[in-house]
Nanobody, 124 residues
Framework: QVQLVESGGGSVQAGGSLRLSCAAS????????MGWYRQAPGKQREMVAT???????YYVDSVKGRFTISRDNAKSTVYLQMNSLKPEDSAVYYC??????????????????WGQGTQVTVSS
């Protein structure tokens, strides 16, 4: 099994920045792609950004140019740097990991492993 623990959420004013971190533990040798999803109240969960083990990335259009995903394979950790935050970025952000890279670039793909989520609130 794989455990994912997120940190770094919180409240910030519009235009501010936050950095999310997610550390994987357990059977980490299974992990290939990692990423971040988010879910706002009354909305479907959406894939925000993903990164394969060799560094290929995907971003949903609404965060391109503002968010940056990165990972440290030696630490089994993935990060999401969020800049120029907007109120519409407010959501619970979930870290996810997958045993393959196949779906990492497909926004409808559901990863294998999930964290508990961390709240991000952006006020106007």
């Amino acid at each position: 099994q794989v455990q994912l623990v997120e940190s770094g959420g919180g409240s910030v004013q519009a235009g501010g920045s936050l950095r999310l971190s997610c550390a994987a533990s357990g059977s980490i040798f299974y992990i290939n792609a990692m990423g971040w999803y988010r879910q706002a109240p009354g909305k479907q969960r959406e894939m925000v950004a993903t990164i394969t083990k060799d560094g290929k990335t995907y971003y949903v259009d609404s965060v391109k140019g503002r968010f940056t995903i990165s990972r440290d394979n030696a630490k089994s950790t993935v990060y999401l740097q969020m800049n120029s935050l907007k109120p519409e970025d407010s959501a619970v952000y979930y870290c996810a990991a997958d045993r393959s890279n196949i779906g990492a670039m497909h926004p409808s793909y559901e990863f294998d492993y999930w964290g508990q989520g961390t709240q991000v609130t952006v006020s106007s």
